[in-house]
């Protein structure tokens, strides 16, 4: 770990607790990985409305198995191309029954090869509930380990690679968490608070901000 890295995950960790908290609410794996399929494209705010009722109507995987298609859209609707989520969920349900017992299996392949679950979604199952070293790449993570110098990359998957050799292997998931919630509060994809910005004299589109805006002067 470089000098430089260490100073942005200290200050991170200055800001940020170290404990690990997940915005999706969940009681258990199961919870966990429809709650994920569900935030695709959908704040976690809207995501815990819908699983709150969700959850109760479908206590475990055997009743996502189940589900009727059309009734589950309509449960999850306002999540967003429910059509699709939906037919994701019972697929997924209905492969954990059958080939893993109804348990949430526990490695990537594994989860990858379950229906509507990518990379993001089985690190987010393997971090925050097998804790297992991962790296989650969403939106923010992608916008802000860019603007910090730390990828160039576009692909999900490429950036992750880059930051698995970056960051320190303990504090993978942490910064995953750290790096949501400031993207949340501060780092915004438009108009950041820079000038709220505790990482500015690491943030690369920030000196470039600065360097054009003395130009003009």
Request: glycine letters at 4%; hydrophobic letters at 35%.
């Amino acid at each position: 770990m470089t000098k430089r890295t260490k100073e942005i995950l200290d200050k991170l960790d200055e800001v940020y607790t170290r404990e690990y908290k997940c915005y999706l609410n969940h009681e258990n794996p199961g919870q966990l990985l429809i709650a994920t399929m569900l935030s695709a494209q959908c704040t976690d705010a809207r995501v815990n409305i819908v699983t709150k009722d969700l959850f109760v109507k479908y206590p475990d995987m055997q009743a996502f198995a189940k589900a009727d298609l059309k009734e589950l859209e309509q449960d999850i609707k306002p999540t967003g191309f429910y059509h699709n989520k939906a037919k994701n969920i019972i697929g997924c349900a209905q492969r954990i029954c059958q080939v893993y017992g109804g348990e949430v299996p526990r490695s990537l392949e594994d989860l990858v090869s379950l229906p509507g679950v990518g990379r993001k979604t089985a690190n987010v199952i393997r971090g925050n509930i097998f804790h297992e070293p991962s790296v989650v790449v969403d939106t923010h993570v992608k916008r802000i380990s860019k603007r910090l110098g730390f990828t160039k990359e576009e692909d999900p998957e490429k950036i992750e690679q880059d930051l698995m050799k970056v960051l320190p292997k303990e504090h993978w998931i942490l910064y995953n968490i750290q790096i949501i919630t400031f993207g949340r509060q501060i780092c915004f994809a438009r108009s950041p608070k820079c000038e709220e910005c505790f990482l500015t004299e690491y943030c690369k589109e920030y000196k470039e901000k600065q360097k054009k805006s003395r130009k003009k002067l």
